[in-house]
């Protein structure tokens, strides 16, 4: 099949949208199909990920046909489906936000949320998918999944606020991690960014202490996953990245469409959700962190329920469902 993404990112999109589409655009090119992505250029964009990917970028001037459109944008609805459908003979909508109508052949709501019921009942008529099964990640995160070893010690905590961090969460967390002076020094502190993040230069910056780690772009964000103990940040596409890895911890939400699977998991036993990062500040983050590591036994419950609830197949799964609703015409 001939398959065009229409996704975006930028400073305010974040780039968790581009993250699972390239995962999924990965598995379908090996399976033979041939994909091309259709973004806009917006400020903060992650085009260069597509780009270095080998993936080309879609010119709606063009007079291109497609098999089928996948379209994951929280500001696109049916009416925007309907335009889409000129270059596409089917469309499949990703959607774990909101509750748009939608002009779809399939949706997938690649999420754990107490919304997804309504967003079934906005779209009664159009086949939809959605659970653990159906989560969508990086190929490392499948491939390292059976590698992950159950947690009893704690001392290596990452950080993460989101691919943009649109409220500048991680330089406030390590300026607070060094005026805590000795305070953390038994534990290690590794702070992953992307190579794009508004204050990279700010941060790399800062004298930090030797507990402390700056990982900017990782080159495998699951091996890193899997090497840490805990996790102190945002909610989003990375929630079931870390739960394959069966990481548990502390969660702020940056967005607010992060706010309700963040509740919806904490209630589950999942992980601890503080509240939107507007009332947390970094110093009662890691006050709840001290807390946290008190309570060794119940941080690995949660640890092995994460690993037990995500297998990291989801993506194998939604390709074999796409390979067999839709064929090229």
């Known amino acids: 099949m001939r398959i065009l993404f229409r996704v975006d990112s930028s400073l305010e999109i974040g780039t968790g949208h581009v993250v699972r589409c390239l995962s999924l655009a990965h598995a379908l090119r090996n399976n033979g199909h041939q994909v091309s992505f259709w973004s806009l ?3 903060g964009n992650d085009l260069s990920s597509i780009r270095k990917n080998g993936y080309s970028l879609f010119d709606p001037a063009s007079s291109d046909r497609f098999d089928l459109a996948i379209v994951d944008h929280y500001g696109i609805d049916q009416e925007g489906e309907n335009h889409i459908r000129q270059w596409a003979t089917s469309l499949v909508a990703i959607d774990d936000w909101g509750t748009r109508l939608h002009h779809a052949d399939l949706i997938l709501d690649p999420s754990v949320s107490t919304q997804s019921t309504l ?19 990086r190929d490392d995160f499948k491939k390292l999944h059976p590698e ?14 989101g691919g943009t961090d649109p409220q500048s969460q991680c330089l406030s967390y390590l300026e607070a991690l060094l005026q805590s002076q000795n305070e953390f020094n038994h534990l290690e502190f590794h702070m992953m960014v992307s190579a794009v993040h508004p204050t990279l230069k700010q ?5 930090l202490p030797n507990h402390v780690h700056l990982e900017v772009s990782p080159p495998s964000v699951a091996k890193l996953m899997r090497n840490s103990d805990l996790y102190l940040g945002s ?3 990375v929630t079931w990245e870390r739960m394959a890895m069966g990481l548990t911890g502390l969660i702020v939400s940056v ?3 992060q706010e309700d699977i963040a509740k919806n998991l904490d209630q589950m036993g999942f992980h601890r959700y503080l509240g939107k990062c507007q009332d947390v500040t970094p110093k009662f983050a890691l006050e709840k962190l001290k807390e946290l590591l008190n309570q060794s036994e119940m941080i690995s419950r949660m640890s092995s329920l994460c690993y037990q609830k995500v297998d990291g197949q989801g993506v194998d799964r939604f390709v074999q469902e796409l390979e067999n609703r839709f064929k090229a015409t």
């Not at 967003?119 to 990640?137: H, S, V, Y």
């Open 41 to 43: 250029d917006l400020p």
């Open 119 to 137: 967003r079934i009942k906005a779209n009664p008529t159009t086949p939809f998918l959605t659970g653990f099964d159906w989560l969508l990640m």
């Open 148 to 161: 992950v070893p159950p947690r009893t010690e704690f001392k290596k905590v990452l950080l993460f606020f």
């Open 203 to 207: 941060m790399q910056s800062l004298k």
């Open 235 to 237: 909610s989003g596409t």
């Open 255 to 257: 967005v607010d469409n």
